[in-house]
C-alpha cells in the first residue's frame, strides 16, 4: 500500500522541550513538504524539499528545522524557540511540479 | 503575492441538494489549482485540480469545479450532496514558476454541513 505516514499521531511536549515528527512515504516522490494547520487559517508552509539533502524554508520556517537525508523520510523538529507550537502538522509529498499528497498528520500539544 | 478567498466560513446544505463552494485567488499568472477535503482531525484528500485547458475538471465523489479566468474563480460543485460530504473544503492556488508550482497557498477553508 502506497502512501504519506505520520507518527505520532498525537504528542505531547512541556514548553521547552524540542520535539521531532515523523513523516516517510513510500510514492518515490521526490518533494516533500510540511504544513502547520491552525483553526480558521488554513494551512501554512514550513519547509519543503525537493531533492535529497537540500530543503527550503516556507512562509514560517522560525523555530523549526527539517533533514532529508533519504529520500523517503522528511522529519520535523519543533524547537523551544517556537513560540506557539500547539497546533495540528501535516506532511505531504509530490512529484515536482504535480499535485501534492497528505499523510494523516500529528496533533501536538504543548503545555 | 498570492492570496486565496474562500468568503463562507460555514454553508449548510440539504442533503440531495446541489452545491457549490467559492474561491477567489489572486495571481498574476495561470496558476495551478486545486480543492482539498479535510475530515475531523484527519489529513487531507485532493478532490480535483487543473493545470491547464479545459477549464470545467471533474473530480473524484462527484465534484466539479470550473476555472474562470475574468472573475478569478475557481468554485466547487456538486449536483447532490450526500451526508458524507460533511467535512471542511480547503482551495489552493500553486503559484511560483521559479518551484514549479510547488508552493501551495491555501484559502482557509469552508465547513459544509449537510442537514437531513
Known amino acids: 500500500d502506497g502512501g504519506i505516514t505520520q507518527s505520532p499521531k498525537y504528542l505531547f511536549r512541556k514548553e521547552g522541550q524540542n520535539v521531532t515528527l515523523s513523516c516517510e512515504q513510500n510514492l518515490n516522490h521526490d518533494a516533500m513538504y510540511w504544513y502547520r494547520q491552525d483553526p480558521g487559517q488554513g494551512l501554512r508552509l514550513i519547509y519543503y524539499s525537493q531533492i535529497v539533502n537540500d530543503f527550503q524554508k516556507g512562509d514560517i520556517a522560525e523555530g523549526y528545522s527539517v533533514s532529508r537525508e533519504k529520500k523517503e523520510s522528511f522529519p520535523l523538529t519543533v524547537t523551544s524557540a517556537q513560540k506557539n507550537p500547539t497546533a495540528f502538522y501535516l506532511c505531504a509529498s509530490s512529484r515536482w511540479g504535480y499535485e501534492q499528497y497528505f499523510g494523516p498528520g500529528t496533533r501536538l500539544t504543548v503545555t | 503575492a498570492q492570496s486565496v478567498t474562500q468568503p463562507d466560513i460555514h454553508i449548510t446544505v440539504s442533503e440531495g441538494a446541489s452545491l457549490e463552494l467559492r474561491c477567489n485567488y489572486s495571481y498574476g499568472a495561470t496558476p495551478y489549482l486545486f480543492w482539498y477535503v479535510q475530515s475531523p482531525g484527519q489529513g487531507l484528500q485532493l478532490l480535483l485540480k487543473?493545470?491547464?485547458?479545459?477549464?470545467l475538471v471533474q473530480g473524484i465523489k462527484g465534484f466539479e469545479a470550473e476555472f474562470k479566468r475574468s472573475q478569478s474563480s475557481f468554485n466547487l460543485r456538486k449536483p447532490s450532496v450526500h451526508w458524507s460530504d460533511a467535512a471542511e473544503y480547503f482551495c489552493?492556488?500553486?503559484?511560483?514558476?521559479?518551484?514549479?508550482?510547488?508552493?501551495?497557498?491555501f484559502g482557509t477553508g469552508t465547513r459544509l454541513l449537510v442537514s437531513p
Open positions: 487543473y493545470f491547464s485547458g479545459d477549464t
Open positions: 489552493a492556488v500553486g503559484a511560483g514558476e521559479d518551484t514549479g508550482f510547488q508552493k501551495l497557498v
